[in-house]
């Protein structure tokens, strides 16, 4: 009996000693990673803000590209609506219709059409810090819809070939040009409102965004402080069973009432 508890005694002398080493460990180490975890929510925060700074600004040069195209096709129907009736005027109006669509709506739809693209690469930056941080269900949110921006890239790069096209069957007074207009003017009215959808989303995701941001710098110090007290309270309990196991080592004879 008096041998089996000082072996027990030396066992809880040794895990008492491991777990007060270890609490305390974790009570202090708990801040000392506190600012490099603050550190790594700052850059993960500031590389969001980036992306989402990028995104905004790329739809708004897309937004003011389709805006400045639609308002060129009309420019350009409203001349052909004026077209003389003389041979001469009328040829030469009809070239001026077809140089106003190689000079200003196709290059505003090929602008667009490039910051889209550069939309698509902020997305994706923000949705794999999302998605990283998804993992922790409390921390999860939601990001940017990929297949609708899928679909304004797919729809841009179909409407810029159109636009050359135009702007080819104008300068050969071919038939099919007031159908290729309106086609192109179809796409032009769809692609601004899918933009303005997405800047929609764009604000919604960066509001997302900011509560989370706060979430997180607003847990960082009283996590820190709660495992901090969690682990000083586990310690003090390992002192109560070190005194206990030290007793029992020290006065194998006795037991813990302190009769033989």
Not at 112 to 123: C, I, Q, R, S, Y
Not at 192 to 218: H, I, P, S
């Amino acid at each position: 009996m008096n041998v089996c508890k000082r072996i027990l005694g030396i066992l809880a002398l040794l895990l008492g000693a491991a777990g007060l080493l270890l609490s305390l460990a974790v009570g202090v180490g708990v801040w000392v990673v506190k600012e490099p975890v603050t550190a790594h929510a700052t850059h993960i925060s500031e590389r969001v803000d980036a992306a989402l700074d990028l995104v905004e600004q790329k739809l708004e040069h897309a937004r003011t590209s389709l805006a400045n195209a639609a308002e060129r096709l009309e420019n350009v129907k409203e001349e052909r609506r004026k077209l003389p009736k003389d041979s001469q005027r009328w040829d030469f109006a009809r070239r001026t219709a077809a140089r106003t669509v190689q000079r200003s709506l196709a290059p505003e739809l090929s602008d667009a059409h490039k910051d889209l693209h550069e939309v698509a690469e902020g997305a994706v930056v923000v949705n794999s810090v999302l998605e990283d941080l998804g993992n922790l269900p409390f921390l999860s949110e939601t990001g940017l819809d990929m297949d609708r921006l899928a679909e304004m890239n797919s729809r841009i790069a179909r409407v810029a070939p159109a636009a050359w096209e135009l702007s080819r069957l104008l300068g050969e007074a071919d038939p099919e040009a007031d159908a290729q207009m309106s086609q192109v003017e179809q796409f032009v009215n769809r692609l601004r409102e899918l933009v303005a959808d997405y800047q929609t989303q764009v604000t919604q995701v960066r509001e997302r965004t900011t509560a989370l941001k706060a979430k997180v710098f607003a847990w960082i110090t009283p996590a820190a402080i709660l495992v901090s007290a969690v682990s000083f309270w586990i310690a003090l309990s390992q002192l109560c069973i070190l005194s206990r196991a030290w007793s029992w080592i020290r006065q194998p004879g006795r037991n813990p009432s302190g009769r033989e």
